[in-house]
């Protein structure tokens, strides 16, 4: 998808427009520190390509001897002279990039007795790219990745750049929800839970219909939801969970817990199926255990072949930028995009749905101590 706007050519105002929050698309098989990497990479190369600030202006001021001055004086009438050396002859060395790039300019001249004073205006060799480097470092550009894909999964990434990465800080704490699209295959298993894995065992698979399907992600939602209440620290008979539970469901204030909201069949086509998953404080290997356990509850055997990430909170895989729209001015669009969509969104303020177990320390304590004794 590629994101139309004003063309920007100067970098230093790219670069003051390089501050929000961005929708990536994570390719598969790479980590959040490798895709943070790729995109430094990227936008520095896409910055050094525009235009840069020139290096600073240096003031040199020379003395020129009378015996020099000859010299030079010689050069210009006969410049082809073999007995004077010359930068630019054959037999003098030759000139550098540096020197070549370097603009000299003669502001004013005056006589000192034999010699001669110059005062010259060049570039200073100490800010040139050619001696510091170029002028947009990797280490200049702050990314802060919180969705923080693994290895095998791909799909939306949400990432903070430069003044951003407080933005989606906040974005974290209000513990939006986040859907993936995770596909499984009955009949096979392997060593890591995953199609690339080795296989470890095989089973068959015919008897299994969507219903049983179904009725399996029914019940393992409604496990869910009854341990949403007891990870809020919220016990289920008490009024304060009815409140909770009138108003919708609870997001725990916790990152430890993987909590399912939603499971969906969205294709069963056997023995490849499809399964839409909402759910929060997740990780890979907790998607990828879903297969293998939907597989051994239905008497066979499961393994995960994809996983990918299609919504955080309201930022949908529309928004997502491919890795060869990883370049400055297609993020600037995209920042603006995300920071339309988050201006309606008071990130100051706690969500009342996200709940904390402080918030009824006593009581949450209790109940769940009596849980453990029964």
Partial sequence: MCLTGSYIKEARAAWKLLNGVICVCKPLGLTPARLQAEIRNKLKLGLNAMKVREPETFIEIRRIEAEARSNIEKSRINP???D???????????MSNLEKSLV????????????????????????????????YQQQDIKLFDISQLGLDTS????????????????????RWLRTYKVSGQFGISTDTGFHTGRIVDKSTYHKIRKQSLDRLLTSSQAAHQKNMF????????????????????????????????????????????????????ENEYFLKGLIHDFGLRLHTTGVCTKV???????FTFDLALLPKHWDPQNI???????????????????????TSESDDHSISNKYLNQKEIE
Avoid: W
């Avoid at 990918?308 to 309201?314: A, E, M, R, T, V």
């Fill in 104 to 135: 000299k300019e003669v502001v004013s001249e005056f006589n000192d007795g034999s010699d001669k004073i110059q005062i010259v205006k060049r570039s200073n060799y100490a800010d040139h790219p050619l001696v510091v480097g170029p002028r």
């Fill in 155 to 174: 799909g939306l990434s949400i990432l903070g750049i430069n003044s951003g990465t407080k933005i989606v800080q906040k974005i974290f704490q209000m």
């Fill in 332 to 354: 600037i669009n995209n920042t603006l995009k995300t920071m339309e969509i988050l201006k309606n969104i008071n990130l100051t303020v706690r969500d009342p749905m996200v």
């Fill in 80 to 82: 082809n002279d073999d």
């Fill in 230 to 281: 007891l990870a809020s620290g919220v016990p289920l008979t008490s009024e304060r969970a009815y409140q909770i539970a009138s108003q919708g469901l609870p997001r725990p204030d916790i990152v430890t817990t993987p909590l399912v909201y939603s499971l969906k069949c969205t294709s069963f086509n056997p023995p490849d199926f499809d399964i839409e998953v909402v759910v929060i404080n």
């Fill in 308 to 314: 990918q990430c299609i919504k955080y909170g309201p």
């Fill in 84 to 94: 004077l050396p010359s930068r630019n002859s054959s037999k003098g060395p030759p």
